[in-house]
């Protein structure tokens, strides 16, 4: 108490040159109440509550014939029609829930299975992105086609940055592909000939089955869930799989996994390949979209904000990708005008935070008993 | 028929002579040990067989074929199998699937195959499960199966890191200290454990501190001091060898 | 023109320098890289101007200089000493995945905390003040060197003398930091700490203070080559550190990262690299930028260990 005390005192003397001798009050007494998480069992709740739920669905599925499958089914039906209630700012929203949701996922497949920290992720959304505007402006390729060359894109771009890059140890693939997501957004801004410049390539198409056109946000929200669900389906897959347990030990000892006969250089390579065309495949939908892309959606900023919804929702864990993506969309949405400008240090003190108190994350992935 | 040769091998950090022109020959079928006091290069000449240091000179043949020029994991695939000096497990994997992972060299499982799961890719995935479980029996983990290999007690993780080396089928299986931190008891069992390794015809070459389990279980034992082979033979002959115990002892004492 | 760019290059790369060097000995000693360095140098920089800025009684430059810098040294030192002690030093037997998080979540926090306390737009000294500065070395170079009063001539360059100034005040702090790990006590525990964390505490070092330490004067060097930037641009802005940050990066990883004199080369050898291409290639100082991360990618495709480094790969 009395160090808590202290450190508040020194965090308020800290904070004087910037924030004056009042706001600085805000900061120690914020650092103040953190400081007594310690005590509680932070985000316990949420996790107890998954294992409450998991249990309730198992005795359900005891009591009642087929009970999982009842749940289940009513659980993906009220993802199916959630958007007849909601106007359209609401369904935007969950739209860009749902492209968060891919690219946390896709995210997670680097970070979460493989353990490679890739801090430039935005540049694969970037590279779909673009990919498919510029096929659509250009060629008048439907969206449905430019989806897996956008994917393609990014993997080829993925490929040839892992490469060389790949071998090394883990932190300098976080530099350089910070650096990489970097370059791709100079390039984006000063290429004007190819990309437009800062003003980016407007006249995108919208996505269309035949003569039906997607247009309105619930369109979109329907969209996106497919593509979701393809994702969930991959990463699912992937994760019980061979080639998943093959990632665990590369993240978690490379030494041993080597002695184990796993390659662990092309099988990084896979994995940092996968991870880059689920971005370039949610950017491609982010192009369709907005019909319009430019290289200011594409900052650090954004691959950060990816990082810290799999850090928050817990590495390597499919419903933790997606409550992160919708924490950090959803709540600073109904929060606007209380967050503010504040929102980026808020995700910032949760990175923190989560590697400090609970670095499985909110809903950490548990392995299954076999 | 040797299993294993090493040529001249040499392995150099900076100017420490981690192992000098060693010559090396184990036999199929044989427990073979290997000892020296610390800091005398064993743990290094099992990373130089096993592919994790490229060495500064030398070669080494496995089943008369050169390896030396090889990677890790290709050394594991061809039959190669080893344990850590620490321990090194997958913290945050269930014990049963440390053991398949083990199995990741015998299986051919890829991309298409976890995506579109066919018949033969289930089949793959069952049958790896059934015999990680089988190697966890032989191991006497049973028990411990669906438990996360950190909250293994030590022995334990021993054993698992035995069972895990195992699963791949080797022909050579490295163990370096396996008795280390155990007591007499486990002791006991680790000796008929890797009894009946070799027994289904796996050849062993082991390091290890514990004399009384070397002079047991090994035919034949190699001594190292200072990265240079001092002494070679029966655990008889090396025992009563003068080098060998100067080498533990220190002149003065012997 | 050459000599201009030369100089150009020096100016920038012995900021890249100062900064690198507080990568470099994070890095050496907790093979972590402290992803929140740049924001550290960014600080720096702000707090000399909040210091300058809210200086109501004027001083002469000569005595208001090194106020300034002890000012900025001596908070940043506190924030560098307190983001160890908070962020990084529960993380100590963490994966190396969570510490590296933790550092791009407290780059991203000091950012926004910046920006949110000292408002999103750039921040700008008085001109008076800059002018001030300017003509105080400019009179004090001009005694050795030809001048018209605001800029000096060498080899038919114009250079500021700020720039001056940031290449000396520059190689002086190299040279006390060199005396101070190779003199010191706590120096020598530090180089120690570096080669063997684990024996340096099993032979009495106390690595926590050591590690502090390191911490602090890193942030204090950032915060030197902050104030310099600010003193000689006239204005910060809170994304500065980002880029910056990247580049000591770089500049550290082209000398061996974990290497001092490597981190002190590589910012001069990038600074240069830049300089001359942006300033040689016609329209290539847009792309300035790129080529900082171009020499990364290829230095750890073709020497991970650095034109210096000897410290390579894994420790066990
Ligand atoms: N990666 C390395 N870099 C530098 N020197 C090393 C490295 N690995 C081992 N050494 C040195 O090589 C020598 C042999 O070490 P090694 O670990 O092989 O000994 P050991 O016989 O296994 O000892 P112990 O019985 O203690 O396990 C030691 O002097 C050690 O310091
Ligand atoms: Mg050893």
């Given amino acids: 108490m009395l160090n808590s005390l202290f450190w508040t005192f020194w965090l308020w003397v800290i904070a004087l040159p910037f924030a004056g001798p009042i706001k600085s009050i805000y900061i120690a007494s914020v650092f103040f109440i953190l400081s007594f998480l310690r005590f509680i069992k932070f985000p316990a709740t949420i996790s107890s509550f998954k294992d409450n739920w998991d249990e309730f669905l198992s005795k359900a599925n005891e009591k009642i014939p087929y009970g999982y499958l009842i749940v289940r089914i009513l659980f993906i039906l009220s993802i199916i029609i959630i958007p007849m209630f909601l106007d359209r700012r609401a369904n935007n929203i969950l739209v860009d829930c749902g492209i968060y949701a891919l690219l946390a996922l896709g995210l997670n497949i680097a970070v979460g299975f493989a353990g490679l920290l ?6 694969f959304y970037a590279i779909g992105a673009y990919s498919y505007a510029l096929l659509s402006v250009h060629f008048h390729i439907p969206f449905f086609v430019c989806v897996p060359i956008s994917a393609g894109m990014a993997i080829i771009f993925g490929i040839l940055l892992g490469l060389p890059v790949l071998r090394l140890r883990g932190d300098y693939l976080a530099i350089v592909t910070l650096g990489f997501g970097e370059i791709t957004r100079i390039v984006l801004n000063n290429w004007d000939g190819v990309t437009n410049g800062p003003n980016g390539i407007l006249g995108i198409a919208r996505p269309s089955i035949g003569s039906f056109v997607f247009h309105s946000p619930k369109n979109y929200y329907y969209l996106i869930l497919v593509f979701l669900f393809i994702a969930v389906f991959i990463f699912n897959r992937l994760n019980n799989s061979r080639l998943g347990r093959a990632w665990v030990a590369i993240k978690e000892d490379e030494r041993a996994a080597k002695a184990m006969g796993i390659n662990c250089m092309s099988l990084k390579l896979l994995a940092f390949a996968i991870s880059a065309a689920f971005a370039g495949v949610a950017g491609a939908f982010f192009g369709a979209k907005a019909t319009h892309v430019s290289p200011e959606s ?16 817990g590495m390597g864990s499919i419903p933790g990708a997606i409550l992160g993506a919708s924490c950090l969309i959803i709540i600073p949405e109904i929060f606007r005008d209380y967050f503010g400008n504040s929102r980026m240090l808020l995700f910032g003190i949760v990175m923190i935070a989560m590697m400090r108190f609970k670095p499985e994350g909110l809903l950490p992935y548990k392995r299954r008993n076999l | 028929m040797k299993i294993l040769e090493t040529k001249q091998v040499s392995k150099h950090f900076g100017g420490i002579k981690a192992i000098e022109k060693l010559d090396i020959s184990i036999n199929k079928g044989e427990i073979a040990g290997l000892i020296g006091p610390n800091g005398a290069g064993k743990t290094t000449f099992f990373n130089c067989i096993s592919g994790v240091y490229p060495l500064t000179h030398g070669k080494i043949l496995y089943k008369d074929k050169l390896i030396s020029n090889l990677r890790a994991d290709e050394i594991a695939t061809l039959g190669l199998a080893r344990t850590f000096q620490g321990i090194r497990l997958f913290t945050s994997l269930t014990v049963l699937e440390n053991v398949m992972v083990g199995r990741y060299s015998r299986t051919k499982c890829g991309l298409w195959g976890a995506l579109i799961k066919p018949k033969w890719a289930r089949e793959e995935e069952d049958s790896v499960k059934e015999k990680a479980g089988a190697y966890l029996e032989f191991v006497g983990l049973k028990d411990y199966r669906n438990e996360l290999a950190k909250n293994l007690p030590y022995g334990c993780q021993r054993k698992l890191e035995i069972a895990r080396a195992i699963a791949s089928e080797p022909e050579l299986l490295l163990l370096d200290e396996p008795a280390a931190g155990m007591n007499p008891s486990e002791v006991k069992e680790l000796i008929c454990l890797i ?9 062993v070459l082991i390091i290890e501190h514990h004399m009384r389990m070397i002079m047991e279980i090994c035919e034949k034992i190699i001594a190292l001091n200072y990265g240079v082979k001092i002494s ?13 115990i100067e080498a533990y002892l220190g002149r003065e004492n012997a | 023109m050459l000599a201009q760019q030369i100089i150009n290059g020096l100016t920038v790369g012995s900021v890249y320098a100062l900064i690198a060097l507080g990568y470099t000995m994070v890095y050496g000693i907790l093979q972590l890289i402290n992803f929140a360095h740049g924001e550290i140098y960014m600080l720096g920089a702000y ?9 109501k009684f004027s001083l002469p430059i000569a005595g208001l200089l090194p106020l300034v810098f002890l000012f900025a040294m001596f908070f940043t030192g506190c924030y560098g000493f307190t983001i160890e002690k908070f962020a990084y030093k529960p993380l100590r037997n963490a994966p190396r995945l969570s510490a590296l998080i933790t550092a791009v979540g407290v780059s991203i926090f000091l950012q926004n905390y910046v920006m949110l306390t000292q408002g999103a737009k750039d921040k700008v000294f008085s001109h008076l003040i800059s002018e001030q500065i300017n003509a105080y070395f400019s009179n004090f170079f001009s005694k050795f060197i030809p001048s018209d009063g605001s800029r000096l001539y060498i080899c038919g360059a114009q250079i500021y003398s700020l720039q001056l100034v940031i290449i ?23 180089r120690a700490t570096a080669q063997d964390l684990k024996m340096a505490h099993l032979v009495g070092i106390k690595v926590d203070t050591v590690i502090s330490t390191t911490f602090i004067i890193g942030s204090i060097l950032g915060a030197a080559a902050g104030v310099m930037v600010a003193m000689y641009y006239g204005r910060v802005w809170y994304y500065i550190g980002y880029l910056a940050g990247v580049k000591a990066f770089t500049a550290a990883v082209l000398g061996g990262i974990g290497n001092i004199y490597g981190a002190m080369f590589g910012g001069l050898i990038l600074g240069l690299t830049e300089s001359l291409a942006a300033g040689l290639i016609p329209g290539a100082s847009e792309w300035k930028d790129v080529f900082a991360f171009i020499i990364l990618i290829l230095i750890l495709i073709f020497r991970p260990q650095g034109i210096f480094g000897e410290r390579i790969g894994e420790k066990f």
Wanted: with cysteine.
């Fill in chain 1, 118 to 123: 890739v801090l430039g992720y935005i540049a």
């Fill in chain 1, 298 to 313: 594409f900052t650090f900023f954004e691959s950060a904000l990816v990082l810290c919804m799999v850090v928050l929702g």
């Fill in chain 2, 195 to 203: 009894k009946k390794i070799r027994d289904t015809g796996v050849t």
């Fill in chain 2, 232 to 244: 070679e033979g029966t655990p008889l002959e090396v025992s009563n060898d003068q080098k060998v």
């Fill in chain 3, 47 to 55: 707090l000399a101007i909040i210091f300058v800025v809210s200086l």
């Fill in chain 3, 168 to 190: 000396i005040t520059s190689i002086i702090l190299m040279v006390l930091l060199n005396l101070f790990v190779t003199h010191t006590k706590i120096g020598k525990a530090m």
